[in-house]
């Protein structure tokens, strides 16, 4: 299986600030890999696919980079609302889908 | 509004039984296909199983190979997971989810299952 693995496992970070998360896949898989948002006691919410595409509604403050084995995600100009926990995840080789242990974004 | 809400979650003792249900509605379930995923506090988000639209085919993680069953009625929108032999460390809220061509793009938010004598 491929393993997934987030650093840091927590950030804190201020409104206005910038901040990138990284996620490391254990083998290549080429850009086959997302990003899900989840606030506590909501769903995950699916961010961006394919390492760089946001899904519909997502802010442009959110991008995402990479590929291969290292990614990237950064929020410019924080929110509020984004505070929230993120999830990198590989769809190369499924099943099984791998998620990252997540990365804790707090103000 | 596509939506998923489970049901079924509780506390159970260890070696016990129970389904989980997902009712779907907002977009057409018959064709999509539907996964399970559970989440602990320690250990994250952890795929369990799919099953495709017309519940010909079906995968498990190696976790609940044997003792978790998915399945769903078309019928009634509904998908399942039926979770035998149950463990300590089945522990985790379980949420349904679809996918799409790249992703988990709708999520439940979850029912709680405690495995506890």
């Known amino acids: 299986d491929i393993q997934m693995t987030q650093s840091p496992s927590s950030l804190s970070a201020s409104v206005g600030d910038s901040v990138t998360i990284t996620c490391r896949a254990s083998q290549a898989i080429s850009n086959y890999l997302n990003w899900y948002q989840q606030k506590p006691g909501k769903a995950p919410k699916f961010l961006i696919s394919?390492?760089?595409t946001l899904q519909s509604g997502v802010p442009s403050r959110f991008s995402g980079s990479g590929s291969g084995t290292d990614f990237t995600l950064t929020i410019n100009n924080l929110q509020p609302e984004d505070f929230a926990t993120y999830y990198c995840q590989q769809r190369y080789i499924t099943p099984p889908y791998t998620f990252g242990q997540g990365t804790k974004l707090e103000i | 509004e596509v939506q998923l809400v489970e049901s079924g979650g509780g506390l159970i003792q260890p070696g016990g039984s129970l389904r989980l249900s997902c009712a779907a509605s907002g977009f057409s379930f018959s064709t999509s296909w539907m996964h399970w995923v559970r989440q602990t506090p320690g250990k994250g988000l952890i795929w369990l199983s799919r099953?495709?639209?017309?519940?010909?085919?079906?995968d498990y993680a190696d976790s609940v190979k044997g003792r978790f069953t998915i399945s769903r009625d078309n019928a009634k929108n509904t998908l399942y997971l039926q979770m035998n032999s149950l463990r300590v460390d089945d522990t985790s809220v379980f949420h349904c989810?679809?996918?799409?061509?790249?992703?988990?793009?709708?999520w439940g938010q979850g029912t709680l299952v405690t495995v506890s004598s």
């Open positions: 394919s390492a760089s």
């Open positions: 989810a679809r996918a799409d061509s790249y992703g988990f793009d709708a």
């Open positions: 099953i495709n639209g017309d519940g010909t085919s079906t």
